[in-house]
């Protein structure tokens, strides 16, 4: 964690906001790095006063603002400063994106903000940020291919990795999941999120939670007691 953006991305994974991020010239500092952390390999963002060095890549821009103060800015200047590194740092983390990049970041903005529907907003701003945006690139995925179970198989792999799917041999629009874990309110609010955003219409879904089915000749599934009624 060393440039502007990647901090601010850190900060993101944190649940930091941006806004409460203060960005500002450091008293001391590696002429060789751009954070000036107490520690170089920090690993955590802290929330107040992020403080740089920003003579690494921007003394063109703030050279001036801080040679009035031999290094150090005025208290205009710091807010200055500030207002201009939030700036600088949507260029920095649009810098070598490509569109699709762009089209799931807008997408995962617009899942948060509930325009795609409002129950699914308070869901999806729950799950882990990684997860959210390999979710909107699924979302991407399907509105460019179409729905298919595929993506809904992925889509349900991402939130509950351990999951065992199957598919009804005489009956291909049947879909069984098995989830290893117990059933939680929220976990089942999740599932749902999955269902009514990637399914595709006519496919029925049944789920069993903590206890498979029976599977004759398979034995960690023909336990006593640990046998889900099919």
Avoid at 58 to 69: N, S, Y
Avoid at 178 to 195: A, D, I, P, V
Wanted: net charge negative.
């Amino acid at each position: 964690m060393n440039f502007l953006w990647d901090i601010a991305l850190k900060a993101q994974a944190q649940g930091v906001p941006e806004e409460d991020l203060f960005f500002c010239q450091a008293k001391e500092y590696s002429p060789f790095y751009e954070q000036a952390f107490s520690c170089l390999n920090e690993k955590e963002v802290p929330e107040g006063r992020i403080e740089l060095n920003l003579l690494l890549r921007f003394d063109h821009i703030f050279q001036d603002i801080l040679a009035e103060e031999e290094g150090k800015a005025s208290s205009f200047g710091e807010y200055l400063i500030d207002a201009a590194l939030h700036m600088l740092l949507y260029t920095d983390l649009r810098h070598g994106l490509t569109k699709r990049d762009i089209y799931i970041r807008k997408i995962r903005q617009e899942l948060e903000q509930g325009i795609f529907w409002k129950d699914a907003s308070e869901v999806f701003r729950e799950i882990p940020m990684e997860k959210r945006n390999r979710l909107a690139a699924l979302t991407l995925t399907q509105m460019q291919t179409g729905s298919s179970l595929m993506i809904f198989r992925k889509s349900v792999k991402v939130i509950f990795p351990d999951v065992v799917i199957y598919q009804l041999k005489d009956d291909r629009k049947k879909i069984l999941l098995y989830l290893s874990g117990s059933k939680t309110e929220f976990r089942e609010k999740e599932l749902r999120f999955m269902q009514d955003m990637f399914l595709p219409v006519r496919y029925e879904l049944r789920v069993f939670w903590k206890y498979h089915f029976g599977i004759i000749g398979v034995e960690d599934t023909m336990q006593m007691d640990k046998i889900a009624i099919y």
